[in-house]
């Protein structure tokens, strides 16, 4: 079973940030948070991923709390083409272990 | 840097027939993972193999099999077709396949059981 829980969807103005909660209440020392998306049955694609501290790329921020229990992923200026299935995994790399992720639309 | 192709990318069998899939990794990845995604069921996790070995299993029946090659490409079977392996199939490498690297995804293999 998925260790984490996500909003079932959500929605998001075109040029805002977008904000996606994930809890992972039950993460261990050594487990990574690590988010994908998924559009329109294309292959996942990856975001970022992180272990303690928080992360930043070109394509988004991912913020941990401290206790590591729950974490944000931050879109900084979302626009039509990141409507998507956003997945919040915990765990090893060699075997994701997918829930079923948050619905993200961006209106325009 | 080409990324993860599968072949074929659309396939249509009969049950009880087999089938093969195949799939490239991104050059110098050594970890291959396979997915099968449905909409019943979403995305789960088949088996990974790193040079040449199966490490881990996902909770599937033998009729689903995999293996890696020296060039760490991979293929998965799938004997004895059943109506319900009619699924999007996933395969996604990874450098090392450690927690520390993420793994990057093909286009699928849409399979369809009739």
């Known amino acids: 079973d998925a260790k984490t829980t996500q909003p079932t969807s959500m929605d998001c103005a075109e040029g805002r940030a977008a904000n996606l909660p994930c809890n992972h209440s039950t993460i261990s020392g050594n487990e990574y948070v690590y988010w994908y998306r998924q559009i329109h049955s294309q292959g996942p694609q990856y975001i970022i991923h992180g272990l303690k501290n928080n992360e930043t790329n070109e394509m988004a921020s991912l913020i941990i709390t401290e206790d590591r229990k729950s974490s944000t992923l931050i879109l900084p200026h979302a626009t039509l083409r990141d409507t998507a299935v956003y997945y919040c995994?915990?765990?090893?790399?060699?075997?994701?272990?997918f829930g079923q992720g948050t619905r993200l639309t961006i209106n325009p | 840097k080409a990324g993860v192709t599968q072949t074929p990318r659309y396939l249509i069998k009969t049950r009880g027939q087999q089938v093969t899939l195949s799939c490239s990794p991104i050059?110098?990845?050594?970890?291959v993972s396979w997915y099968q995604q449905t909409p019943g069921q979403g995305l789960q996790f088949l088996f990974e193999?790193?040079?040449?070995?199966?490490?881990n299993k996902g909770n599937f029946p033998g009729r689903f099999s995999g293996r890696q090659f020296s060039n760490s490409r991979s293929e998965m079977n799938v004997s004895t077709l059943e109506l319900g392996d009619s699924a999007l199939y996933l395969c996604?490498?990874?450098?090392?396949?450690?927690?520390?690297?993420?793994?990057?995804f093909g286009p699928g293999t849409r399979l369809t059981v009739t």
């Open positions: 996604a490498s990874s450098s090392q396949g450690d927690s520390r690297y993420e793994q990057y």
């Open positions: 050059s110098g990845h050594r970890s």
């Open positions: 995994i915990v765990g090893g790399a060699q075997k994701l272990v």
């Open positions: 193999y790193f040079s040449e070995t199966q490490r």
